[in-house]
């Protein structure tokens, strides 16, 4: 957002922008002759400014830059979305967007092929995994171009169009060519779906955001996890930002027995006020279930927690979530922008919302919030988590929870920061990890292409001490000398993620977290509490 040095240049376009803003909403629901004096005065300094104004104004740049100036003096939530922007999030969340379908990583000023969709366009023209995509219909995308913008710019277009790629292939010394037709390719939003324990019947997914598609994802998830033997389920919110209010009641309606409260909300109009109820249909209401949080988890991954929570119907495991409490209405502009205006606030089953303080117009502080939990030792102690015990609300079942502030978890799982030290710094800012894995993939790839599953992959890479040598000789070659005493104290750390992006080079992002979660203290402690069945003691 950018502020005008000179008041005078503020107040023209604001005023205008007010105007402007004022005009599509009391429009929509008033006749013209019931415009406010208000309504009436701003209309008349909009044209007497495009009409009298000395210079040419440039109404559209006029309200782009102003807007979002109007819309964050109401709440940190209620934003402006260029049309440009609006296409991008629409496209994010609506399941699918048109492009050669590939999964990449820009590694040393390359774009890397890191993985082929299944079924698209990149597969059916014969790019592999592990290609660099170095051109692009005739415009280079390496070195400074290299970027995700520009990639994602180049390769996504509309359905049918073609776009001439070149890529550079390990075992070719010269550049191949492929011409490939766009299609619609699907955007995930289960991430990972695995048996985390198949001897104790536990099942794992990850749901990234809640897309147009994500009840459709996780019932296929769920039905994948049953027929390998599933009899309990993890499923991971951590880092969910929420998304569509509909999936998530479908989802959590799966878990619950009839007539039991989801979420509720209430707005200003009628249209905004609702309470979303259980239908008894469920599937899985039996089914043992631990749900796992963090500080990212916002919105619509905090109802679903909150309707477990309040129904003692499954264990939250992890830290407190973000708190975003508000339902914001996405409202299409004339040309084709929008804005995301809060409509309503959602309430838990118990009434609780757990929307965290905010001052109208004054979002510092808020947008600061995370920061200032790990300042206060959030992340690392339970007991330094600040609760509103005014705000006391009580489950089903009697226990206490609390609103204002997010979902606290029934078991809290500390930030692991084991195997930090300055070695591990140093390697880490310098994107060492991700640059030798890549290596490794490409020296592995004729033995690793008919690979699996994690535990095949680790047949066929190197044990982990020739790993850890192998990394160590590389990060000397790039500036990051060999300090063995802190490099044996990050040792797990830097091994679990070695072998974590050599999974997702050859296995794509289920392999790269389940292999994380080989080493997570959240997951761990989640197998723990299910196995010991204290996700049914609530």
């Known amino acids: 957002m950018n502020r005008k040095r000179n008041i005078g240049f503020v107040l023209i376009p604001l005023v205008l922008a007010i105007g402007i803003v004022g005009g599509i909403f009391i429009g929509k629901y008033m006749s013209i002759s019931r415009v406010s004096p208000a309504e009436a005065k701003l209309r008349t300094i909009a044209d007497l400014i495009e009409n009298e104004y000395v210079d040419d104004v440039d109404v559209d740049s006029l309200l782009a830059s102003v807007v979002p100036d109007l819309l964050a003096g109401l709440d940190p939530h209620s934003v402006y979305m260029s049309a440009e922007e609006l296409v991008s999030t629409n496209e994010d969340m609506d399941g699918h967007f048109s492009g050669v379908g590939v999964s990449f990583q820009i590694v040393n000023d390359s774009v890397v092929v890191v993985e082929v969709i299944a079924g698209g366009p990149a597969e059916k023209a014969g790019i592999l995994n592990g290609d660099k995509i170095v051109q692009a219909n005739d415009s280079s995308i390496t070195g400074k171009k290299a970027t995700q913008d520009n990639v994602f710019k180049t390769l996504r277009g509309p359905k049918g169009s073609k776009v001439a790629l070149k890529v550079k292939r390990s075992n070719s010394a010269k550049l191949l060519s492929f011409d490939v037709v766009r ?304 490099i044996n104290k990050s040792r797990p750390l830097i091994l679990n993620l070695l072998k974590a992006q050599i999974a997702r080079n050859v296995l794509g992002y289920s392999g790269l977290i389940q292999t994380l979660n080989e080493e997570d203290e959240t997951v761990q402690k989640a197998l723990e509490l299910t196995r010991d069945g204290k996700n049914l003691k609530l």
């Open 183 to 486: 299609d619609d390719i699907p955007v995930n939003t289960v991430d990972a779906v695995y048996m985390a324990d198949e001897k104790n019947g536990i099942g794992y997914l990850k749901v990234s955001k809640f897309g147009r598609n994500t009840y459709e994802e996780f019932m296929q998830a769920i039905s994948q996890l049953r027929g390998q033997g599933a009899k309990s389920l993890i499923v991971d919110l951590r880092g969910n930002v929420g998304g569509f209010l509909d999936q998530v009641i479908l989802m959590a309606n799966e878990f619950l027995p009839e007539d039991r409260i989801i979420v509720s909300t209430n707005g200003k109009l009628v249209e905004n006020k609702s309470i979303a109820m259980t239908d008894g249909n469920g599937r899985f209401q039996k089914m043992p279930l631990t749900v796992l949080m963090d500080e990212y988890s916002a919105s619509a991954s905090e109802i679903f927690a909150g309707a477990m929570q309040d129904n003692d119907r499954g264990l939250v495991v992890g830290r407190r979530s973000f708190g975003k409490g508000l339902v914001q209405h996405q409202i299409e502009l004339p040309d084709s922008s929008a804005i995301r205006l809060t409509v309503a606030r959602y309430y838990t089953p118990s009434g609780r919302c757990i929307q965290k303080p905010y001052e109208r117009g004054e979002d510092g502080k808020y947008v600061l919030d995370i920061y200032d939990r790990y300042q206060h030792g959030e992340f690392y102690n339970a007991d330094s988590i600040k609760l509103d015990k005014s705000k006391l609300y009580l489950t089903n079942g009697g226990r206490k929870v609390y609103g204002g502030g997010g979902i606290m978890p029934d078991v809290f799982v500390p930030e692991d920061t084991t195997g930090y030290t300055s070695y591990y710094v140093s390697v880490s800012n310098q994107g060492l990890i991700t640059k030798y894995a890549m290596q490794v993939t490409d020296r592995y790839r004729e033995l690793t292409k008919n690979v699996k599953t994690t535990d095949e992959l680790y047949r066929v890479i190197p044990r982990d001490q020739t790993l850890l040598e192998g990394f160590v000789e590389f990060a000397t070659k790039n500036g990051v000398p060999a300090r063995w005493y802190y």
